[in-house]
């Protein structure tokens, strides 16, 4: 839930990325850490295993400019993909101002991308929001691989209600930043329109 | 949407440097369910305060999900043992979280009592803030123009 501090003139905004185990959401986040300025963003938090899974979350405080003096600052998590991590799953949603659904282009992803993406719809249900109510867009990582399905297919699967979305290579930075813009300003949009 | 004015920052600033004080502790932080950190005091310089609100918030939660399958009501708080610093947790009016630091200066008795007396000073800050922003109450959203939206991500 989007928490607005008059007297630190604030306004802190929480966005989750998504998606199926191993889809790149960790590496997202670690790009937009490696690219941004040490006074733009807090450290980043990894909760993981010793192979470099994530086993609770990552967390990466990031301020993205001012609007009428009121600093706008983003707290960017990702979920745990394995499925059986469930449970942790459904607490990270809490109070979630946005979501990123990061799916794995790779062909033989396509089933763990719809189970993810079925999975997202439910967890969010659980808590009494609508997916489609919520700031929301879809990034197809690993662009880069030669079993990539194209865009068009991808969104055909996984992109029913039309909401932006973005081709990208987290681990060279395409399409990071476009993702991480778009969904932070339908945030700021939403947010304006409920105020 | 949770809307902190000056006045209620003020009051619940005012309940944490109390604590800080009254129960000789290193730091006191006052943090929301989803890991926003609301105030602080004491020795905060050099505490990564940020990452330490969003850890704290997901242990909460975390401790949560355990109370509920084992269909306990939410626990109430949690202690930990340092070399240095000892951690008191505990989650006032099931919405804040007050995470206490302290070391040998203090007692951990000391510091619940205190911290009882604070959580009921935070719940009557928190029930007053609820009653208020049933009023209508200026928003600074009311200004910002889809233009100040596209120049805040126009930096590149
Ligand atoms: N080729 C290629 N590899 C990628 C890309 N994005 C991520 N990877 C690799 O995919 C692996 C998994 O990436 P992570 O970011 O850890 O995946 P995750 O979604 O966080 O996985 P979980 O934490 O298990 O949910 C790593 O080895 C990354 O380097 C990409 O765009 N292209
Ligand atoms: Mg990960």
Known sequence: MSFINYSSREINCKIVYYGPGLCGKTTNLQYIYQKTSPDARGKMVSLATETERTLFFDFLPL?????????????LYTVPGQVFYDASRKLILKGVDGVVFVADSQVE?????????DNLRE??????YDLDQLPYVVQYNKQDLPNAAPMDELSKLLNLTAVPEFSAVATTGDGVFGTLKAVAKLVMMDLRKRK | MEVLYEEEYR???EVVERLCRDANSKAV????????????????????????SSLTAGNVAATGGIARLLAEKEFTGQFHEGEHTNVHISIVAQRVILLVLFDQRTSLGLVRLRVKKASKDIQDVLDSMANKSEQAKPSIFE????EDIDNLFNDD
């Open chain 1, 63 to 75: 301020s993205m400019g001012e609007v009428h003096g009121f600093k706008a600052r983003f707290h």
């Open chain 1, 109 to 117: 992803r396509m089933e763990a991308n719809m189970e993810s993406l």
């Open chain 1, 123 to 128: 967890n969010l249900e659980e808590q009494g």
């Open chain 2, 11 to 13: 009051a619940i600033q």
């Open chain 2, 29 to 52: 932080l006052l943090i929301d369910k989803n890991g926003q950190e609301i105030a602080s005091s004491g020795e905060i310089e050099n505490i990564d305060t940020t990452s330490l």
């Open chain 2, 143 to 146: 200004e910002i123009t889809d």
